[in-house]
């Protein structure tokens, strides 16, 4: 009985993006005594030093279906908490601040040992950087001042931009925030005095974690954001992927339900041929293509790889971080080989897709592919 009033305490909805309804579940019953205009949480009569879990659904009739949303930690009984937000910059959503589990063992990865994180809130966007998007803000940088590797790439306006290396993502990052009149976070000194606008391999890059423009997400971020608020499950919606949830190469057995082997066929390319060699075409899919996950992002897992801020390192996880233990880590400081890349791609099999898999690109951020992408990320 105690733990059903537990469940059952404090259910108010929220109409955005359709209806939503959250309650609150933890080791006592506790009490949602507001739910403001701002998206602020209310709730009282926790118990201090544990953790709560908000939970969502689309439909209260029958009240099943119920999701985790966002892991809450609590110091005092009375709590407030931004889980939602109802006036999110353009084309983003809100990823609730709270802890999760970072890294899993289902599949023996031994670079992702489970550890707890706790997150800021921050927003992200919903799509994979579009090449549209790409090309309207290079042009802009082109004009003033900026040089890239690479122009980026892409069949059709809508398809994700590909083609692009860590350097130019993070350089874009700062163009776009300069023409919305953001403050830029990248900087080539540590004084954040000289906006990183040129430059490439060799070249340091500072991030200025206090500014409010536009950046890429730490390998943390992403992954609490790939989750949707689920803890322990190998994709975002959770433990077997098949080729109407993503686009990946397909290999169906254990968890990958196929149901055929290849490229999914919705999105084939075909075969180029060069200098009589030859190579898979364009398998990325539109942005947007299939359904979000619970914090209503596409594409967290297949499609592009995404480029995130951190260099790479294993064990511990996440591996070198200052924040170590704490919040929001950020990765090693480095210089180190590589930076992260997530999510997986059109051209890997499933288990380059799931929510724990850090991939570190072999020839460096200085190269860009065909089947890595980028998103942005904004600090509140």
Request: a negative charge; aromatic letters at 16%; charged letters at 10%.
């Given at each position: 009985?105690?733990i059903v009033?537990?469940?059952?305490?404090?259910?108010?909805?929220?109409?955005?993006?359709?209806?939503?309804?959250?309650?609150?579940?933890?080791?006592?019953?506790?009490?949602?005594?507001?739910?403001?205009?701002?998206?602020?949480?209310?709730?009282?009569?926790?118990?201090?030093?544990?953790?709560?879990?908000?939970?969502?659904?689309?439909?209260?009739?029958?009240?099943?279906?119920?999701?985790?949303?966002?892991?809450?930690?609590?110091?005092?009984?009375?709590?407030?908490?931004?889980?939602?937000?109802?006036?999110?910059?353009?084309?983003?959503?809100?990823?609730?601040?709270?802890?999760?589990?970072?890294?899993?063992?289902?599949?023996?990865?031994?670079?992702?040992?489970?550890t707890?994180?706790?997150?800021?809130?921050?927003y992200m966007?919903?799509n994979?950087?579009?090449?549209?998007?790409?090309?309207?803000?290079?042009?802009?940088?082109?004009?003033n001042?900026?040089?890239?590797?690479?122009?980026?790439?892409?069949?059709?306006?809508?398809?994700?931009?590909?083609?692009?290396?860590?350097?130019?993502?993070?350089?874009?990052?700062?163009?776009?925030?300069?023409?919305?009149?953001?403050?830029?976070?990248?900087?080539?000194?540590?004084?954040?005095?000289?906006?990183?606008?040129?430059?490439?391999?060799?070249?340091?890059?500072?991030?200025?974690?206090?500014?409010?423009?536009y950046?890429?997400?730490?390998?943390?971020?992403?992954?609490?954001?790939?989750r949707?608020?689920?803890?322990?499950?190998?994709?975002?919606?959770?433990?077997?992927?098949?080729?109407?949830?993503?686009?990946?190469?397909?290999?169906?057995?254990?968890?990958?339900?196929?149901p055929?082997?290849?490229?999914?066929?919705?999105?084939?390319?075909?075969?180029?041929?060069?200098?009589?060699?030859?190579?898979?075409?364009?398998?990325?899919?539109?942005?947007?293509?299939?359904?979000?996950?619970?914090?209503?992002?596409?594409?967290?897992?297949?499609?592009?790889?995404?480029?995130?801020?951190?260099?790479?390192?294993?064990?511990?996880?996440?591996?070198?971080?200052?924040?170590?233990?704490?919040?929001?880590?950020?990765?090693?400081?480095?210089?180190?080989?590589?930076?992260?890349?997530?999510?997986?791609?059109?051209?890997?099999?499933?288990?380059?897709?799931?929510?724990?898999?850090?991939?570190?690109?072999?020839?460096g951020?200085?190269?860009?592919?065909?089947?890595?992408?980028?998103?942005?990320?904004?600090?509140?």
């Amino acid at each position: 009985m105690f733990i059903v009033l537990a469940l059952l305490a404090g259910i108010n909805p929220v109409a955005a993006q359709g209806t939503r309804f959250f309650r609150i579940s933890g080791p006592a019953a506790s009490t949602i005594t507001a739910f403001n205009p701002d998206g602020l949480l209310v709730w009282s009569n926790a118990l201090s030093g544990t953790n709560y879990t908000v939970q969502t659904l689309a439909s209260l009739p029958g009240g099943t279906n119920w999701v985790d949303y966002v892991q809450l930690p609590v110091t005092s009984s009375v709590n407030t908490n931004l889980i939602f937000s109802f006036n999110p910059p353009a084309g983003m959503v809100l990823i609730p601040a709270g802890s999760f589990i970072m890294g899993d063992i289902l599949d023996d990865e031994i670079d992702a040992i489970p550890t707890n994180v706790y997150v800021s809130a921050f927003y992200m966007d919903v799509n994979l950087v579009s090449s549209n998007q790409w090309q309207t803000v290079y042009h802009h940088a082109k004009n003033n001042g900026y040089s890239f590797n690479h122009p980026g790439s892409a069949t059709a306006a809508n398809q994700p931009v590909q083609m692009v290396d860590w350097f130019d993502c993070v350089k874009w990052c700062n163009a776009r925030s300069q023409q919305a009149n953001l403050t830029p976070v990248y900087y080539t000194d540590g004084g954040f005095m000289q906006v990183f606008t040129n430059g490439d391999n060799g070249t340091t890059v500072y991030a200025n974690w206090a500014a409010n423009g536009y950046r890429l997400p730490t390998e943390a971020e992403w992954e609490k954001a790939a989750r949707g608020g689920l803890n322990g499950q190998r994709f975002p919606w959770g433990d077997f992927i098949s080729e109407n949830q993503a686009n990946y190469f397909l290999e169906p057995g254990g968890y990958d339900l196929g149901p055929y082997a290849g490229y999914n066929t919705n999105f084939d390319g075909g075969i180029i041929w060069t200098n009589q060699l030859s190579f898979p075409g364009d398998n990325s899919s539109p942005v947007g293509f299939f359904a979000p996950n619970g914090y209503g992002l596409y594409d967290m897992a297949g499609n592009l790889f995404e480029w995130c801020w951190d260099w790479y390192a294993n064990a511990p996880y996440p591996a070198g971080s200052p924040y170590l233990g704490g919040t929001d880590p950020r990765g090693p400081v480095g210089p180190l080989n590589n930076r992260v890349l997530r999510g997986g791609g059109w051209d890997t099999v499933a288990f380059y897709a799931r929510c724990a898999y850090r991939h570190d690109y072999s020839f460096g951020p200085g190269e860009a592919s065909g089947a890595y992408g980028f998103r942005c990320v904004r600090g509140l």
